[in-house]
DNA sequence: TGAGGATTTAGGATG
DNA sequence: CATCCTCCAATCCTCA
């Protein structure tokens, strides 16, 4: 007994070493990728070995694993030289820990950094920018900006379930380890997925550049956060500018023309979510710490409100299409909300309706037509809100026990307010009428090797649904 | 009442 | 194929 626990406690502190050596590596990349050009050999077999994905996309993605460890596994110690005290005491407590670290964080997290920086693939981008840029311009980013402006935010169309399909040319690798947030690039003229990881690794697939004839594979690998990636935004207002956020409590914006990965807002609190107005891409709506909801102005580049809305982590920020100052959040507090901003008070905020329940909301989303909202909770639920003012809801049971190394379930709309979209645990995709307000299908295949956890549809391709792994693969539906 | 331990869990790496 | 390692979730539990 007393042994087990003498190992658990050594294990903690060695957890703690590693992470610690894990963030220096991540703020020290340039060492780190020399350091893995002496380790060939190592390279040599992460690459070669073997699982069920095609091989090239194996051996990019692959390669920031081996960055990562390379110090490690080659049994050095990391390299501390110009680094302060912080990281030298190996032992020192967690607590004492935070309360060195925080304030005065590295500086270097705190400067823009470009992409060249942060391209942990070293593979040339310049595919992926021109790729962007030109779909910044053609799809009339200057040109015609009023009244088409709303229906190009997405289609609203009903889907043939029966079609959907997973072609294994859409499976890929596209970061190492797990994922917590993707996103479609918003434009018709781009098949274009980003996902942000654990690590802070944002990865692109283009997956048109991999059906074209060779050019790569299309995806490419950064790295501009230090701490998981919470959130990623990409208006389609601003196609060229890529928002995301992190648990370390930064939100940079890729700058595509500029090629350089901004820092927008930076706080010691994490940020678990962040949405923005589907008709506004200047405010930066940012759940903080234990429960906040933070406005943060990019332009202006200050705070214009901040609300204590929870008493515990906002998992989600959503908001209504039709009605865009109406706000949901969901909350480990074990609640849902909905927001009128008009009507929510500067010091004590007042929602409109309040849902609770039994454990913690990971999820709740607006459907399309902004008439429904579906949440999903760690209670096993998924609840349906509908009626003129929501107070209709039918509860379903799902189970959503992700465990402690999957990403949580949530579920998400189509392309209408017909289905909801969720991941189960027997690696299939449910899906879920609100008409029949049941389970009616779940996309199942023999490609999909791991339970996907998050998911997005593919704003301007009805029937395209990205899923997205704790093991960093995304399975394209189409 | 809060801090901190124990426990659960899937996927990839390793041998 | 079996075993080890991951180790910023969430919950229940115990102990100060």
Same mark, same amino acid.
């Given at each position: 007994?007393?042994?087990?626990q003498?190992i658990?406690?050594?294990?903690?502190?060695?957890?703690?070493?590693?992470?610690?050596?894990?963030?220096?590596?991540?703020?020290?990349?340039?060492?780190?990728?020399?350091?893995?050009?002496?380790?060939?050999?190592?390279?040599?077999?992460?690459?070669?070995?073997?699982?069920?994905?095609?091989?090239?996309?194996?051996?990019?993605?692959?390669?920031?694993?081996?960055?990562?460890?390379?110090?490690?596994?080659?049994?050095?110690?990391p390299?501390?030289?110009?680094?302060?005290?912080?990281?030298?005491?190996?032992?020192?407590?967690?607590?004492?820990?935070?309360?060195?670290?925080? /304030?005065?964080? $590295? #500086?270097?997290k705190?400067?823009? %950094?470009?992409?060249?920086?942060? &391209?942990?693939?070293?593979? @040339?981008?310049?595919?992926?920018?021109?790729?962007?840029?030109s779909?910044?311009?053609?799809s009339?980013?200057?040109?015609?900006?009023?009244?088409?402006?709303?229906?190009?935010?997405?289609?609203?169309?009903?889907?043939?379930?029966?079609?959907?399909?997973?072609?294994p040319?859409?499976?890929?690798?596209?970061?190492?380890?797990?994922?917590?947030?993707?996103k479609?690039?918003?434009?018709a003229?781009?098949?274009?997925?980003?996902?942000?990881n654990?690590?802070?690794?944002?990865?692109?697939?283009?997956?048109?550049?991999?059906?074209?004839?060779?050019?790569?594979?299309?995806?490419?690998?950064?790295? /501009?956060?230090? $701490? #998981?990636v919470?959130?990623?935004? %990409?208006?389609?207002?601003?196609? &060229?500018?890529?928002?995301? @956020?992190?648990?370390?409590?930064l939100?940079?914006?890729?700058?595509?023309?500029?090629?350089?990965?901004?820092?927008v807002?930076?706080?010691?609190?994490?940020?678990f979510?962040?949405?923005?107005?589907?008709?506004?891409?200047?405010?930066?709506?940012?759940?903080?710490?234990?429960?906040v909801?933070?406005?943060?102005?990019?332009?202006?580049?200050?705070s214009?409100?901040?609300?204590?809305?929870?008493?515990?982590?906002?998992?989600?920020?959503?908001?209504?299409p039709?009605?865009?100052?109406?706000?949901?959040?969901?909350?480990?507090?074990?609640?849902?909300?909905?927001?009128?901003?008009?009507?929510?008070?500067?010091?004590? #905020?007042?929602?409109?309706?309040? %849902?609770?329940?039994?454990?913690?909301?990971?999820?709740?989303?607006?459907?399309?037509?902004?008439?429904?909202?579906?949440?999903?909770?760690?209670?096993?639920?998924?609840?349906?809100?509908?009626?003129?003012?929501?107070?209709?809801e039918?509860?379903?049971?799902?189970?959503?026990?992700?465990?402690?190394?999957?990403?949580?379930?949530?579920?998400?709309?189509?392309?209408?307010?017909?289905?909801i979209?969720?991941?189960?645990?027997?690696?299939?995709v449910?899906?879920?009428?609100?008409?029949?307000?049941?389970?009616?299908?779940?996309?199942?295949?023999?490609?999909m090797?791991?339970i996907?956890?998050?998911?997005?549809?593919?704003?301007?391709?009805?029937?395209?649904?990205?899923?997205?792994?704790?093991?960093g693969?995304?399975? %394209?539906?189409?």
């Amino acid at each position: 007994m007393s042994s087990s626990q003498r190992i658990t406690e050594y294990e903690r502190k060695r957890l703690e070493n590693i992470k610690r050596n894990d963030e220096l590596l991540a703020s020290l990349k340039i060492k780190s990728k020399l350091a893995d050009l002496s380790s060939s050999a190592k390279r040599h077999r992460a690459e070669t070995k073997s699982y069920k994905l095609s091989p090239e996309k194996k051996a990019r993605s692959e390669t920031p694993i081996v960055i990562r460890r390379s110090l490690r596994t080659q049994g050095k110690a990391p390299d501390l030289s110009g680094l302060k005290d912080d990281f030298s005491e190996p032992t020192k407590k967690s607590t004492t820990l935070k309360s060195q670290v925080s /304030p005065n964080q $590295s #500086p270097k997290k705190l400067e823009p %950094i470009s992409m060249r920086d942060a &391209n942990t693939c070293s593979e @040339s981008d310049e595919l992926l920018v021109n790729k962007i840029l030109s779909v910044c311009k053609g799809s009339g980013l200057d040109g015609d900006g009023d009244g088409d402006g709303e229906r190009k935010c997405r289609v609203r169309v009903s889907v043939d379930l029966e079609s959907m399909e997973l072609a294994p040319e859409n499976v890929a690798r596209v970061v190492p380890n797990r994922i917590l947030s993707v996103k479609f690039f918003p434009s018709a003229g781009l098949r274009m997925v980003v996902v942000g990881n654990k690590f802070g690794n944002l990865g692109f697939w283009n997956v048109d550049l991999d059906n074209e004839d060779g050019d790569g594979d299309g995806i490419y690998l950064y790295q /501009p956060h230090p $701490s #998981p990636v919470s959130a990623i935004l %990409i208006h389609p207002f601003s196609l &060229n500018k890529i928002i995301t @956020s992190c648990y370390g409590g930064l939100v940079r914006s890729l700058d595509v023309e500029k090629e350089t990965f901004g820092l927008v807002y930076s706080t010691e609190h994490a940020i678990f979510s962040m949405a923005q107005q589907p008709d506004d891409a200047n405010n930066l709506y940012l759940g903080e710490g234990h429960g906040v909801v933070n406005i943060w102005d990019e332009r202006s580049a200050r705070s214009s409100f901040s609300w204590e809305l929870h008493d515990s982590r906002i998992n989600t920020i959503d908001f209504n299409p039709e009605n865009t100052n109406m706000m949901a959040t969901s909350s480990s507090d074990g609640t849902a909300c909905i927001w009128d901003l008009r009507k929510i008070g500067k010091s004590k #905020p007042k929602s409109l309706k309040v %849902i609770t329940r039994e454990r913690a909301v990971h999820s709740a989303y607006f459907s399309p037509s902004g008439d429904r909202l579906a949440t999903t909770s760690l209670d096993d639920k998924i609840g349906v809100l509908g009626g003129a003012n929501y107070e209709d809801e039918f509860m379903l049971y799902h189970y959503n026990q992700t465990g402690r190394w999957l990403s949580s379930f949530k579920g998400v709309w189509g392309w209408d307010d017909s289905y909801i979209f969720i991941g189960n645990m027997k690696r299939g995709v449910d899906v879920i009428s609100t008409l029949q307000q049941r389970l009616v299908t779940t996309l199942e295949s023999p490609h999909m090797t791991a339970i996907p956890c998050r998911f997005d549809p593919h704003p301007f391709y009805p029937g395209m649904l990205a899923g997205a792994t704790s093991g960093g693969q995304v399975y %394209i539906w189409t």
